[in-house]
C-alpha cells in the first residue's frame, strides 16, 4: 500500500472509466443531429427550425469538447500512475528496517 493510501493501479482504473466515457461522449455527436428539417415537418415548424438546428450543432460541439477533455485526463491520470508507481519503487527502499 503506498502512503497516500491510493495504488497506481487504482489511477490507472480511473483513468480506464474517463477514457471509456469520453469516447462514448465523442461517438453520441453524431446521434444528436435530428435527421428532420422544415420541410419533413411542415410549415408551423420552419419558424423555429434554425432554433433547434442551433440548439443541436452546439449540444453536438459541446459533447465533443467534453468527450476530448474526459480523454485528456486519462491521459494525464495514465502519466501520474507511472510517475507515482516509479516513484514509490525508488523511495519505498529507503524505508525497509
Do not use: C, H, W
Not at 435530428?34 to 460541439?61: E, I, L, M
Not at 485526463?73 to 519503487?89: C, F, G, P, W
Amino acid at each position: 500500500m503506498s502512503g497516500f493510501g491510493v495504488q497506481s493501479g487504482d489511477l490507472t482504473k480511473v483513468a480506464g472509466a474517463y477514457e471509456a466515457e469520453g469516447s462514448g461522449l465523442i461517438q453520441m455527436k453524431a446521434s444528436v443531429t435530428p435527421g428532420v428539417g422544415a420541410g419533413q415537418v411542415g410549415r408551423k415548424f420552419q419558424g423555429v427550425a434554425a432554433t433547434y438546428k442551433t440548439f443541436f450543432d452546439q449540444f453536438g460541439v459541446s459533447l465533443e469538447k467534453f468527450g476530448k477533455e474526459a480523454t485528456g485526463i486519462a491521459t494525464r491520470l495514465k502519466d501520474v500512475a507511472k510517475t507515482y508507481e516509479s516513484n514509490e519503487a525508488q523511495t519505498s527502499s529507503q524505508f525497509k528496517g
